[in-house]
């Protein structure tokens, strides 16, 4: 009898078990959600109905599970606040705790995004220190990142193992630098929770990040998509399938991206995928209005600078997809990249510009304008060239009518010298006496250069160059 007594107990522990509501990882206790939005959930049920209740809300949302036991539903948030609890109940109660609400941002990209405060080996982080020792729990800032994993085909929200972290040493120790420098900025400029989420992967490609059908319908015949049964991270669609589809479409605020690197080399094509992606990623998560803030890649010297222009055509494909994203920006970086490192170790300043571009354009922050000076039209006037810059208010450029370098001309022959430069507020005067008669200026457009020229606010003068020319050698 007691044996039996004990097997019934048994069952109906079990199906108690089994009719609990189950939600995806995505979902834990300490996340943050985003404010004053409609936002998204979902899950598997056994019963008949879920009830959800929200502890900041009198209300109760219900939604009837379909014939596989998933469901979904859109719950309106308040305005910044916690901790709250939501509880989920399907005849069983799942809780979760200690939820706050407040801004949240999807950060991905390839290594320079996945570098953690602790940097890699042989490269640190500058001011990662004084960051990681003053994280406190009682900072709302929480942290989700999602584990690298790659995949032939479409993962399901369920096969996703992740959760949601506070903001201690040691979890803000191993965390993307970029990602938390830019949400430390915003929590302190707004005073408000911020989460983040974290989808990077170090020597990836963009197409790795989309959906095949992005890819097939967009750039027919550009990619090879046999994909193999293991698949490898270089795959297009691969990262995509297993890090992102899981999580569509859960609500956020708006997207930071640093990546670029491994397509250096074919900036064309990336000016068009850029845009591709970004189209894709608010259409999934039903957010046609996301903002996108992106870093530009930082000079490098690439292996002894092989093909010295490369980068600079890069650069200039970067800059040509803020015409093709609306609510888009892009941070400056000429002055942050290392010779000697791609990864370079001013991570601290990458995240500053970033949470200024979106205190500025989502925010209502208008003390300061965070956009970089920008090349915009030139004059050859015998052998000097003029050259007038944009997007510098009244303040012109720093350093003002004193001679600098970073500039380079060249005449009909098309070979580039080396220049000197003078700005005048909002003009520069480049010349070289080595050209006498020049038809060509650029400025930063090598694969490594140092930045010479800035706005008030230490932004830099953006790579530019007035030819059409094809990439040139030495």
């Given at each position: ?101 407040g801004e949240v941002w999807f950060c991905s990209g390839q290594s320079n995004m996945v570098m953690s405060m602790r940097g890699f080996i042989g490269q640190p982080v500058e001011n990662a220190a004084e960051y990681i020792l003053s994280a406190r729990e009682e900072i709302p800032i929480r942290l989700c990142d999602i584990p690298n994993r790659q995949s032939s085909v479409p993962l399901p929200s369920d096969s996703l193992k992740t959760e949601w972290k506070l903001n201690t040493p040691d979890v803000v120790l191993r965390y993307s630098a970029t990602a938390y420098f830019f949400a430390r900025s ?289």
């Open positions: 009898m007691k044996r039996i007594l004990s097997l019934i107990l048994l069952s109906l522990a079990t199906l108690s078990l089994d009719a609990k509501v189950t939600l995806p990882t995505i979902f834990s206790d300490n996340m943050v959600l985003q404010q004053k939005a409609d936002v998204a959930f979902w899950g598997k049920a056994t019963g008949k109905r879920v009830t959800i209740t929200a502890s900041w809300a009198k209300g109760k949302a219900v939604v009837t599970p379909d014939a596989d036991g998933k469901w979904f539903v859109r719950i309106p948030t308040p305005s910044a606040g916690g901790p709250f609890e939501l509880t989920f109940n399907d005849g069983e109660k799942t809780v979760l705790h200690n939820v706050l609400v915003l929590q302190e400029q707004l005073r408000v929770p911020v989460g983040v989420i974290t989808a990077d992967w170090g020597g990836v490609t963009i197409e790795t990040w989309m959906s095949k059908e992005v890819i097939d319908r967009e750039f027919p015949g550009e990619f090879d998509h046999v994909i193999p049964e293991v698949a490898y991270p270089k795959t297009p669609a691969v990262l995509y399938n297993a890090m992102v589809a899981p999580i569509v479409p859960f609500t956020f605020k708006g997207m930071i991206w640093y990546q670029g690197e491994e397509n250096r080399l074919r900036p064309e094509q990336y000016s068009r995928l850029q845009p591709a992606y970004v189209r894709m990623m608010r259409e999934l998560f039903q957010n046609p209005d996301a903002p996108f803030y992106f870093v530009q890649i930082a000079p490098y010297a690439y292996d002894g600078n092989p093909r010295p222009f490369a980068s600079g055509y890069f650069f200039e494909a970067q800059q040509k997809t803020l015409s093709k994203i609306p609510r888009s920006g892009m941070v400056a970086t000429l002055d942050l990249g290392s010779y000697s490192s791609i990864h370079p170790p001013k991570k601290l300043e990458v995240g500053q510009r970033l949470a200024s571009l979106a205190l500025y354009n989502d925010y209502g922050c208008k003390v300061l304008n965070p956009n970089a000076p920008s090349y915009k039209s030139v004059v050859f006037e015998g052998s000097e060239a003029v050259i007038t810059v944009e997007n510098v208010e009244w303040m012109g450029l720093f350093p003002g009518d004193v001679t600098v370098g970073g500039f380079e001309v060249a005449g009909a022959d098309r070979v580039f010298h080396p220049a000197e430069a003078v700005a005048h507020k909002y003009t520069i005067k480049v010349r070289s006496d080595e050209v006498p008669s020049p038809v060509a200026v650029r400025y930063g457009f090598r694969n490594y250069s140092e930045a010479t020229l800035f706005s008030a606010w230490g932004i830099p003068l953006l790579p530019f160059r007035t030819d059409d020319w094809d990439d040139l050698t030495e």
